[in-house]
């Protein structure tokens, strides 16, 4: 399955990778449309590491464990696996305890905006798009989605 | 081969696919005295808030024992397990052949002997989907409830029911509420967030004896009314099978690190389980839902003809209360580092080189990232726990151990 890996010394830290993710799980049409929601009533499922003065930023988002301690720690059933190995949530059986948050070792899982359960990276196959949105849009391909 | 599995939560949904990770063929019959399709224990209380669906309270899809050519054998209850003729024999009087037995019996409420106990008319628990529908049939807006025990059973009850509730008042022994989870100091954001909706708290008392309809406290002598009790002042593992059986047990079934218990080609996982804790390096009952996950997938694979250890158990918990996020870890002991404000705190504890355990209280975001370091028992000075104390983040770890992390697939 292919899967989105960092290139850590291309990424320049300007952050689009964020509202291109905000923007392609927002059901907008413009992304203009954003302002003032992205933080707010919506939160990306892809954060860049590394401040303004840091020499070193990359992006981090799901990497779709092989095995998954997301998945297997669960307490309501609501993450789960498909038979191509990506890891998806049903926010229907989503209680909001964030177990998940506490198991992700890469801190890729997150509270949705409204705080009642989890949102996590699903390679943009749940919001129509079809391709992960932060890939297509990285101005420097410090973010690809590729077999490896 | 024929597994045969007694229980049917989460253990046995490990188990379950485990096994059919390795073996499509073998027959695996599951045994239960509960009637139901398996859900996730803790979200019985959501049910009660209105948060979940009760077709949303499965734990795996309606197909998952048709998929995995399961045979459910549920309402009735397994009796006894001759480790010798390998079977077991069940209420209705069946016995049933094994090749590999998994026990996944969980635990019980206890309830301590009091004067009178015995005559309360609405008394209930709190650990079933059974129990939970015996409770909401009694709840109402004019009725008053009494709550003996602060640990997280009582707690998400609590928090389940306010609402449809008159008042409900908690009870326990212990100074602080969640006891086994909290320390002090935390305990106390987490008692005044619960006063703040409505939650009556008396600590440091229990009950001495009971009315039909009331409870006298052993050390105020207070007496309380209620229209409902709720016992949760703990649990016991269900280990009688097993030491019936001959099988060594603590205060849970005692396994070793591929979940075999002290009987031959019998296993056991769960809540029911004492097996090792990597953060103390010695055996206890971890019933925890992920660890149950855990140690059932590491049975099924044994049993299946694997050799898999579970090495990294550790206690974890992430619970919340009306909006209030509780997340920790590990065990609080050695150097503390605490940041606090009104209604957050952040506890990480630091002990021989190592972060060995942390409690978060609303802030708690990436928390993965410091579970990771404690269940590793990654030495801090080969990463920059300066800015991990000030938030979880990839970026303390070393350039390799990054690319490791989010270059190679994991």
């Known amino acids: 399955m292919k899967r989105i890996y960092v290139n850590e010394e291309w990424c320049l830290g300007c952050h689009l990778c964020e509202y291109e993710c905000a923007f392609a799980n927002s059901g907008l049409d413009k992304m203009f449309k954003l302002k003032g929601k992205v933080g707010s009533e919506i939160l990306p499922r892809i954060q860049v590491e590394g401040g303004e003065n840091e020499p070193i930023h990359f992006a981090v988002n799901c990497r779709h464990c092989t095995n998954a301690v997301c998945v297997t720690g669960c307490i309501a059933g609501a993450l789960s696996k498909t038979d191509e190995g990506m890891v998806v949530i049903d926010k229907n059986k989503c209680v909001g305890c964030f177990t998940c948050v506490l198991l992700c070792p890469f801190g890729a899982i997150m509270p949705a905006a409204d705080g009642k359960a989890a949102q996590k990276c699903m390679l943009c196959t749940d919001n129509g798009v079809g391709t992960p949105n932060c890939v297509a849009h990285c101005p420097n391909n410090a973010i690809v989605y590729e077999e490896r | ?410």
């Open chain 2, 1 to 410: 081969m024929k597994y045969l599995i007694i229980g049917n939560s989460i253990a046995a949904v490990g188990c379950i696919e485990a096994i059919r990770s390795r073996d499509t063929q073998g027959e695996i019959t599951v045994v239960s005295d509960e009637k139901h399709h398996v859900y996730g224990r803790p979200t019985i209380s959501y049910y009660l808030m209105g948060a979940i669906a009760a077709e949303n309270m499965k734990y795996r899809p309606d197909d998952f024992y048709e998929k995995n050519k399961v045979s459910l054998i549920l309402g009735v209850k397994a009796t006894a397990i001759d480790a010798k003729k390998k079977n077991v024999t069940l209420s209705d009087g069946q016995k049933l052949d094994y090749d590999k037995l998994l026990v996944t019996t969980g635990s019980r409420p206890f309830l301590p002997p009091a004067q009178g106990f015995d005559k309360v008319e609405k008394c209930f628990t709190f650990m079933t989907y059974d129990d939970m529908l015996a409770l909401e049939g009694e709840l109402s807006e004019d009725k008053k409830v009494v709550v003996i025990g602060a640990g997280l059973i009582g707690l998400k009850c609590v928090e389940g029911i306010l609402e449809r509730v008159k008042e409900v008042t908690v009870v326990d022994l212990a100074d602080r509420v969640l006891p086994s989870v909290m320390d002090a100091e935390c305990a106390a954001y987490v008692q005044r967030h619960l006063e703040k909706k409505g939650v009556k708290f008396i600590l440091g008392d229990c009950a001495e004896s009971f009315t039909k309809n009331s409870v006298t406290l052993k050390n105020s002598k207070k007496t309380l009314d209620f229209d409902i009790l709720v016992m949760a002042v703990g649990v016991r593992a269900n280990t009688s099978l097993v030491a019936d059986a001959g099988g060594a047990v603590g205060r849970g079934i005692t396994v070793d690190t591929h979940m075999r218990t002290s009987l031959p080609d019998v296993y056991a996982a769960g809540d029911c389980a004492e097996g090792l804790d990597s953060s103390i390096g010695a055996n206890r009952v971890l019933a925890l839902l992920p660890n149950a996950y855990a140690q059932g997938k590491t049975a099924g694979l044994n049993m299946a003809g694997g050799d898999e250890e579970y090495l990294n158990a550790i206690p974890l918990n992430a619970v919340g209360f009306f909006g209030m996020h509780i997340l920790s870890a590990g065990v609080y002991e050695g150097e503390c580092y605490t940041v606090k404000g009104d209604e957050k705190i952040k506890k990480l504890f630091v002990k021989d080189g190592r972060l060995c355990g942390f409690i978060l209280i609303d802030d708690f975001l990436r928390a993965g990232i410091y579970t990771s370091l404690v269940r590793e028992k990654t030495p801090l000075a080969g990463v920059d726990f300066e800015i991990l104390k000030h938030a979880p983040q990839l970026l303390a770890f070393g350039g390799e151990a990054r690319k490791a992390k989010l270059s190679k697939r994991v």
